[in-house]
C-alpha cells in the first residue's frame, strides 16, 4: 500500500528538484520527527541471545539422547541375545527332561517286565517240578501195567481178564499220549524261559545304549550350561561398562527433563543387573540340578549293571532275590525323589518364565518411555521453531519501524523485501508440500508393510491350521489303531470274560467330538482359543490312552492268572485238555505284549506330538504379540503424522489468508492515490485560480494601468514566492477565502485518514501528518513526494 502511495509522490519531488531555485518557499510546512528506536533493538538482541542459548540447549540434549539411544539399543541387542541363548537351554533342558522322563518310564517298564517275568519263571519252575513228578508217577504206572500185563499174560485168559486188559491198554495209551503232551509243553516252556532270556539282555543291552546316550547329553548340557554362564558373565560386565558410562558426568547441564529420563534409566539399569543376578543364581542352581541327576542316572546305570548281573544269578541264589527286590524298592525311592526334583525343576522352569516375561514387559515400557521422550524433545524442537518464527517476526516489526522512520526510497526497498519474504514464504509452503507428500509416501509405505506383515500372519494362521489338520488325523489314525488292538484282544480273551470289560468300555467311552479347525482363523483371540481347545482335547486324548494302557495291563495280569490255573490241572487228575488249548495261553500272552509294545510305542510318540503342539502355540502366541506391538506403533506413527499434516495446513492457510488481505489492500491503496491524485490536481487549478485573482486584485487599486498577463516563466528563471505553496494536511486551518479550496482539503484529509486507518502501521503516532509539496507545471501535472 506504501509502495503504491510514493510511486507518485516521488515523481513529484523530482520534478520539484529539477525546477529552478528562484522558486518561492512554501507558505504552508510541517515536518514528522523519526521514533526511536532503541528499545527495540535491545529486546531483538535479547531474544537472539535466548535463541542462540536455547539452540545450544537443544543440541547438548539431542547429542544426550542420541548416546542414550545407542546404548540402550546395546543392551537390548544383548539382552535379546540372552533372552535366545535362555530360550535355547529352556528347550534343551525340556528335551533333556522329556529323555529322562521315558528313560524314567522305560525303567519302570523294564522292572515290571523283571517282576513279571520273575514270577513267571517261578511258575515255570513249579509247572516243571510237577510235569517231573507227573512222568514219575506216569512211569510208576506204566511199570505197573507191564507188571500187570506179564501176570495176565502168564495167567489163563478169562472174559475178566480180557476187559482189564482191554482197560489197562486204554490207560497206557492215554499215559502216553499224556507223557507226550507233557514233554511237549516242557519243551515249549524251556523254549519260553530261552526267549525271556534273550529279550532279558537285548533290553538290557537296549539300557546301556540309552545310559550312554545320556550321559553324552549330560556332557553337552553342562558345557551348554557353562557357555550361558559365561555369556551371562559378559553381559554383567557390559551392563557394568553401561552403568560407568552413564555415572560420567555430562559436560553441559543438560535441561530437566532429560535428566529425570536419565535417572530412570539408571534405576532401570540397576534393577536389570539385579534381574540377571538372579537369573545367574537360578542358573547355578539348574546346574547343580541337572549334576544331581547326572549322578542319579549314573547310579541307576551302575544299579542296571548290577541288576544284569544279579539277573545272571537267579538260578542259583534265593537270596539274591530278596536283594534285587529290595534294591528295587529302593529304586522306586530314589525314582519317586528323581519325579519330586523333576517337578521342582519344572517350577523353577515357569519361575524363570515369569521372569523372562517381566523382563520383556519392562524392555517395553522402556521403548515406550523412549518414544514418549523423544515426542516431548520434538515438541520443543517444535517450540524452539515457533520462538525462532516469533523472533524472526519481531526483527520484521523492527525493520518495519526502522524503514518507517527513513525515507521514502527505504521504504519502497522493505516493501520490495517484503515481496521477497513473501516470495520465500510461498517457496517455503512449497518445500513443506513436497514434505507432506513425503510423509505420504511414507505412510502408504507403512500400511503396505503392514499388509504384508498380515498376510504372512494369515500364511502361518494357515500352515498351523494345515498342521492341526494332520495331527487330527494322526489322532484319528491312533484311535483306529487303539480300536484295532481292542479287538485284538477283546478276541485273544476268554470269551466268557471279554464280554463284560467290552461292555464296560462300550459304556465308559463316550463319543469324542472331533476336533475341527475353523476357517476364519483371522483375529488373534479366535487363534489362541483354537490352539487352547486343541490342547485340551490332546490332553484328555493323552489322558484316554493311559486309561487304556492301565486297562489292557489289567486284562494281562488276567489272563495271566485265568492261565495259571489251567497248567495246574494236571495234577488234579482231570482230563487232559486238546493241545490247542494248552497252547492258547502262550500265544496270547505273546500277541498281548505285542499289543503292549504297540501301544507304548504309540503313546510315546502321541507325547512327543502334543509337546511339538505347544511350542507351536506358544510360538504362534509370541508372533501374534510381535504383530500387535508393531500395529499400535504404527498407529501412533500415523496419528503423529495427522496432526503434523493439520499444524502445516492451517499454517498454510494462514499465510493464504495474510497474502490474500494484503492483495486487497493494496487494490484499496491504488484507488485511493488515484482518489488523491485527482483531488490535488483539482486544489492546484484552485489555488492558481484564487493567485490570479489576488494579484488582479492588488494592481487595480493602486490606479496603475492594466498590465499584460505575466508571462510564463522560463525554465531557467527564478520563482515568485506565490508559486510554491505548502498545505497541512493534519490541522484543519483555512487556507483561503475561498470555500471550494477548503472542501478540496477537507476531502484530500479525509481520504488520508481513510489510508491510515487501512495501513494500520505501529511505528505511526494516532494523528499522523504527511507532509508533501507541490506545484503545477504547465500541463497541470502534479507530481507529489512524502516526506
Not at 535366545?84 to 528335551?95: G, I, S, T, Y
Not at 494357515?462 to 489314525?477: F, K, S
Not at 492268572?561 to 494248552?582: C, V
Request: negative net charge; aromatic residues 2%; glycine residues 4%.
Amino acid at each position: 500500500m506504501a509502495a503504491a502511495l510514493t510511486q507518485p509522490l516521488l515523481m513529484a519531488v523530482t520534478r520539484l528538484r529539477m525546477r529552478p531555485k528562484t522558486m518561492p518557499p512554501p507558505q504552508h510546512c510541517l515536518l514528522i520527527t523519526p521514533c526511536p528506536l532503541a528499545h527495540t533493538q535491545q529486546a531483538a538482541r535479547q531474544k537472539t541471545g535466548e535463541a542462540e542459548d536455547l539452540a545450544g540447549l537443544l543440541q547438548s540434549s539431542q547429542q544426550r539422547v542420541g548416546d542414550l539411544e545407542r546404548t540402550l539399543c546395546a543392551v537390548s541387542t544383548q539382552q535379546k541375545q540372552a533372552d535366545r541363548h535362555n530360550k535355547e537351554l529352556v528347550k534343551n533342558r525340556d528335551a533333556l527332561k522329556l529323555e529322562l522322563y521315558k528313560s524314567n518310564k522305560t525303567n519302570e517298564d523294564l522292572k515290571q517286565e523283571n517282576s513279571e517275568l520273575q514270577e513267571k519263571l517261578r511258575v515255570l519252575v513249579t509247572d516243571k517240578e510237577a510235569v517231573q513228578l507227573s512222568l514219575e508217577e506216569l512211569q510208576r504206572k506204566l511199570e505197573m501195567s507191564e507188571l500187570l500185563l506179564q501176570q495176565f499174560s502168564s495167567q489163563s485168559e478169562t472174559p475178566d481178564s480180557r476187559e482189564q486188559l482191554q482197560q489197562a491198554l486204554e490207560e497206557r495209551a492215554q499215559l502216553e499220549t499224556r507223557v507226550e503232551q507233557l514233554k511237549d509243553l516242557l519243551k515249549q516252556l524251556q523254549v519260553e524261559r530261552d526267549q525271556y532270556a534273550e529279550n532279558l539282555k537285548e533290553e538290557n543291552a537296549i539300557w546301556q545304549q540309552k545310559m550312554q546316550q545320556m550321559s553324552e547329553q549330560m556332557c553337552k548340557l553342562r558345557e551348554e550350561k557353562e557357555h550361558g554362564l559365561s555369556q551371562v558373565q559378559e553381559l554383567e560386565t557390559s551392563l557394568a561398562d553401561l552403568r560407568s558410562q552413564l555415572a560420567v558426568p555430562p559436560p553441559q547441564e543438560p535441561p530437566a527433563g532429560p535428566s529425570e529420563a536419565e535417572q530412570r534409566l539408571q534405576a532401570r539399569a540397576e534393577q536389570l543387573q539385579q534381574e540377571l543376578e538372579t537369573l545367574a543364581g537360578q542358573l547355578r542352581a539348574q546346574i547343580q540340578d541337572n549334576e544331581s541327576l547326572s549322578r542319579l542316572n549314573q547310579e541307576q546305570g551302575q544299579r542296571l549293571l548290577e541288576l544284569e548281573q544279579e539277573a545272571e544269578r537267579w538260578g542259583e541264589q534265593a537270596e539274591m532275590r530278596k536283594q534285587i527286590l529290595e534294591d528295587m524298592q529302593s529304586d522306586r525311592t530314589t525314582i519317586s525323589r528323581a519325579l519330586s526334583q523333576n517337578r521342582e525343576l519344572k517350577e523353577q522352569l515357569a519361575e524363570l518364565q515369569d521372569g523372562f516375561v517381566r523382563l520383556t514387559n519392562e524392555n517395553a515400557e522402556l521403548t515406550s518411555t523412549l518414544q514418549t521422550e523423544q515426542y516431548v524433545k520434538k515438541e520443543l524442537a517444535k517450540k524452539l521453531g515457533q520462538l525462532q518464527e516469533k523472533l524472526g517476526d519481531q526483527k520484521e516489526t523492527v525493520e518495519l519501524r526502522s524503514q518507517e522512520a527513513q525515507s521514502l526510497q527505504q521504504q519502497r526497498d522493505q516493501y520490495l523485501n517484503y515481496l521477497q519474504q513473501y516470495a520465500a514464504a510461498y517457496q517455503q509452503l512449497l518445500f513443506d508440500k513436497d514434505l507432506l507428500q513425503k510423509q505420504v509416501l511414507l505412510h502408504s509405505q507403512l500400511l503396505e508393510q503392514q499388509q504384508q506383515e498380515e498376510a504372512q500372519s494369515k500364511e502361518e494362521a494357515d500352515m498351523a491350521r494345515q498342521e492341526l489338520q494332520e495331527t487330527q488325523g494322526l489322532l484319528e489314525a491312533v484311535n483306529q489303531q487303539n480300536q484295532q488292538l481292542q479287538a485284538q484282544l477283546s478276541l485273544m480273551a476268554l470269551p466268557g470274560e471279554g464280554d463284560e470289560p467290552d461292555r464296560e468300555e462300550e459304556g465308559e467311552e463316550a463319543p469324542r467330538p472331533k476336533l475341527s479347525v475353523p476357517e476364519d482363523l483371522d483375529s488373534r483371540e479366535a487363534v489362541v482359543a483354537f490352539f487352547n481347545t486343541a490342547l485340551a482335547s490332546a490332553e484328555e486324548e493323552q489322558a484316554r490312552l493311559r486309561r487304556e494302557l492301565r486297562k489292557q495291563r489289567l486284562r494281562c495280569q488276567h489272563l495271566a492268572h485265568l492261565a495259571a490255573p489251567a497248567q495246574r490241572e494236571p495234577e488234579e487228575g482231570t482230563p487232559a485238555p486238546a493241545p490247542s488249548r494248552d497252547s492258547a495261553p502262550a500265544e496270547s500272552h505273546q500277541a498281548l505284549q505285542v499289543a503292549m509294545d504297540k501301544l507304548q510305542s504309540r503313546f510315546t510318540d502321541v507325547m512327543q506330538e502334543n509337546a511339538d503342539l505347544k511350542e507351536r502355540v506358544e510360538e504362534l502366541e509370541h508372533r501374534c504379540i510381535q504383530l500387535s506391538g508393531e500395529t499400535d506403533t504404527i498407529g501412533d506413527y500415523i496419528t503423529l503424522y495427522q496432526n503434523q499434516r493439520a499444524v502445516l495446513k492451517e499454517r498454510h492457510r494462514e499465510k493464504e489468508e495474510y497474502i490474500s488481505r494484503l492483495a486487497k489492500d493494496k487494490e484499496d491503496m491504488k484507488v485511493k492515490l488515484l482518489e488523491l491524485q485527482e483531488l490535488v490536481v483539482r486544489l492546484v487549478g484552485e489555488r492558481n485560480e484564487l493567485y490570479g485573482k489576488f494579484l488582479g486584485a492588488g494592481q487595480s487599486p493602486a490606479g496603475e494601468p492594466t498590465a499584460a498577463p505575466p508571462a510564463p516563466q522560463a525554465p531557467g528563471a527564478a520563482p515568485s514566492q506565490g508559486d510554491l505553496l505548502e498545505v497541512s494536511l493534519a490541522d484543519n486551518v483555512e487556507l483561503g477565502p475561498a470555500a471550494l479550496e477548503n472542501s478540496t482539503a477537507q476531502q484530500i484529509m479525509q481520504l488520508l485518514c481513510e489510508m491510515q486507518s487501512c495501513q494500520e502501521h505501529p511505528g505511526l503516532s494516532k494523528n499522523p501528518c504527511i507532509p508533501f509539496f507541490y506545484r503545477a507545471d504547465s500541463n497541470t501535472g502534479v507530481k507529489i513526494m512524502v516526506i
